[in-house]
């Protein structure tokens, strides 16, 4: 069965630190890949996508994952982090039918 | 606006009690997916439409869940005879023509009293 595993529930950096949240997934073919990010009280924002192609990809707010087919991994990463990055991160997986697997999510803290 | 709404933003009721979720997706989007969010959990898939019919409810957790969709426009979750294991924040989220990305609404926070 499809599924998306976070092996990170939190994570504290110090500001101006470099990021990386873990994303593994499991899905018989190439699944198309996404990470989200929620702040509180707020709905999801899609911060990049991978659909096939080129397996770095760039995203908003600085943001940037790698799709390595023989790790199963999707991992987001980021130079350096700003106290704004603080939230909730969301890594999902999605096949042709629409419906998107979400992992548990990672909740990243940034330090002064 | 321009994005997705959801309404109410917050809901306060009573067990047993029905609730109507209501979600409207961003204008010519003609999919539209509900998610479910239990508290310190990721989402759940619940249900997707295409236009009015909905080809994938599989995530629905049990027949007091329902949903339909008005041609390519509002829709509406249904929750019969509301448990407290139904709390948790409902997510909307519409694409345009194929299937991705998904765009999300702020979504419903649903308190079961």
């Known amino acids: 069965a499809q599924s998306v595993t976070q092996p990170d529930i939190h994570i504290t950096v110090s500001e101006g630190a470099s990021l990386e949240l873990r994303c593994n997934y499991s899905?018989?073919?190439?699944?198309?890949l996404f990470w989200y990010v929620q702040s509180p009280g707020q709905g999801l924002q899609l911060l990049l996508k991978?659909?096939?192609?080129?397996?770095l990809v760039q995203g908003i707010k600085g943001f940037e994952a790698e799709f390595k087919r023989s790790q199963s991994s999707f991992n987001l990463r980021k130079p350096s982090v700003h106290w704004s990055d603080a939230a909730e991160y969301f890594c999902?997986?999605?096949?042709?039918?629409?419906?998107?697997?979400f992992g548990q999510g990672t909740t990243l803290q940034v330090k002064p | 606006g321009a994005g997705v709404s959801q309404s109410p933003s917050n809901k306060v009721t009573e067990k047993g009690k029905d609730v109507e979720l209501r979600c409207d997706p961003i204008?010519?989007?003609?999919?539209l997916y509900w998610y479910r969010q239990r508290l310190g959990q990721g989402l759940e898939f619940l249900i997707y439409?295409?236009?009015?019919?909905?080809?994938?409810k599989s995530g629905l957790p049990s027949d007091r869940f329902s949903a339909e969709r008005t041609g390519e426009s509002v829709s509406t979750l249904t929750i019969q005879r509301t448990q407290q294991e139904d709390s948790a924040v409902y997510l909307c989220?519409?694409?345009?023509?194929?299937?991705?990305?998904?765009?999300f609404g702020d979504g419903t926070r649903l308190s079961i009293l």
């Open positions: 999902a997986s999605g096949g042709n039918t629409g419906k998107l697997i």
């Open positions: 899905y018989g073919a190439t699944p198309y």
């Open positions: 991978y659909f096939s192609g080129d397996t």
């Open positions: 204008s010519g989007h003609t999919a």
């Open positions: 439409f295409q236009g009015n019919s909905a080809p994938d």
């Open positions: 989220a519409s694409s345009s023509t194929g299937v991705w990305p998904q765009h």
